[in-house]
């Protein structure tokens, strides 16, 4: 353990405070002081709680259900322990033999009298029947990555200011200065693959520095120093589907909704609220002009932040302010869980904050490496770990316990990264190239 520690440089402590500060938190400050604890016990935390599914029935527990409903119509017959059974692969005829011993297990037993060996197979059958399988996700937790495995490089040419990966086909899409290109399967296991396309920008002093996958993987939107948002159609080829006219001159980040019928852009001082479904601008919204670095959207909020230090949260349709979080240093980054109850900020500091979207709780996990110029977050769809990059750094995090899984350092600052739907692919954008690893389970 006490090597572990010295390995470990990732702790846990509130967001507005250090150890030393008394226990006795209030409990209106929505702080749980379950955060005083070491690293290790942090799974007992409100955020560990928050990851279970509240009132979902396990095989087991469904099992045990009907088997109770069976004996209630068949007088005192007593459910075996069948998921125990189940599970250790015993026959129907080991069940029969087994519930041969004892008489009231078997149906018919109310009067006393046995049951023949016919009935009480048929009856033993009729509730293995009743038992649907168990499946992988109830039986097994998710799992998490030890390494990474770097295991090619997609020479885009220039610095790669934003990457993107499909879930189906594993094409990788490496966005920059004048144009997009776009990496079939084959080129993420090599060094020297060409690109499967080049999409090529209007506006030849475009920078792409965002850009943001729909769910359905049908669309792109990217956006950048230009005066446009371009929404790009990628089946059956990559072309143009639209230019929507924004009213900034940059763009720095992109935010789009879980079922892909809002865009969120972030400019300097406002954010554009874009109908995606019919491509039309829904309202121009006025945010603290040195609070709109980066922007993220989680259920019926979305939420900005930048180098006021301060992060703000705001009702997607009354877009009125709901929360202000003083976080007292810049914020680089936002990204929210798949579950979208948690948001994770990254700070100029290196620390990572976890907020909850609905409850007054907020978690600091300090990396213990200061001032950082690039920071990006990105959590993988199982929910069980995330990614951050920090500068030339990587680190992959378990969530919610926030221990730190690996760490691998690149030769250049790091500008963007994604992880794979299947969380199979690690690619990560940097000054000339996006490198691929494979994750290592």
Known sequence: MSGEKEEASLTASRAYGEAEERRDVPESSGISTQHEQPLQYQQESPYAMAQQSPGTLTECDRAQQEMSAVTQQQGTLQAPESCEHQATGLSVVELGEAAGSNLNFLPGSVSNQPCSSTSSSEEVQSLLRAIPPIPVDVVGRQRTPCGAWEVGALHHGMKVYAVAISRSTHHVYTCGFRHIKVWDESALHASDKLPQAQLDLQDRQNCVLTCKLFSDEQCLITGGVSRTLTLWDLVPTPRVKAELASTGSSCFSLAVSSDA?????????????????????????????????????????????????????????????????????????????????????????????????????????????????????????????????????????????????????????????????????????????????????
């Not at 006021?308 to 009354?318: A, E, K, M, V």
């Not at 709780?361 to 990105?378: C, D, P, R, S, T």
Request: charged share 20%; aromatic share 14%.
């Open 261 to 441: 019928h809002i865009c969120i852009a972030c400019f300097r001082g406002f954010v554009e609220i874009w109908d995606l479904q019919n491509q039309i601008l829904i309202r121009k919204h006025q945010v603290p002009i040195y609070g709109s670095r980066c922007v993220d959207i989680a259920g019926d909020k979305f939420w900005t932040g930048g180098e006021d230090t301060s992060l703000y949260s705001w009702d997607l349709r009354t877009y009125q302010r709901l929360h202000q979080h003083d976080l007292q240093y810049e914020i680089l980054s936002i990204a929210h869980d798949p579950s979208e109850e948690w948001m994770l900020v990254g700070l100029r500091t290196s620390d990572i904050i976890f907020l909850h979207t609905h409850r007054e709780e907020k978690y600091k996990a300090v990396m213990q490496k200061k001032y950082i110029y690039h920071h990006n977050l990105k959590f993988a769809s199982c929910g069980s770990y995330f990614v951050t990059t920090m500068d030339e750094m990587i680190y992959c995090m378990a969530a919610p316990s926030q221990k730190r899984l690996f760490q691998v350092e690149e030769s250049s600052k790091i500008l963007c990264c994604d992880v794979s739907f299947d969380n199979q692919y690690l690619i990560t954008g940097s000054k000339t190239r996006a490198t691929v690893y494979q994750l290592l389970y």
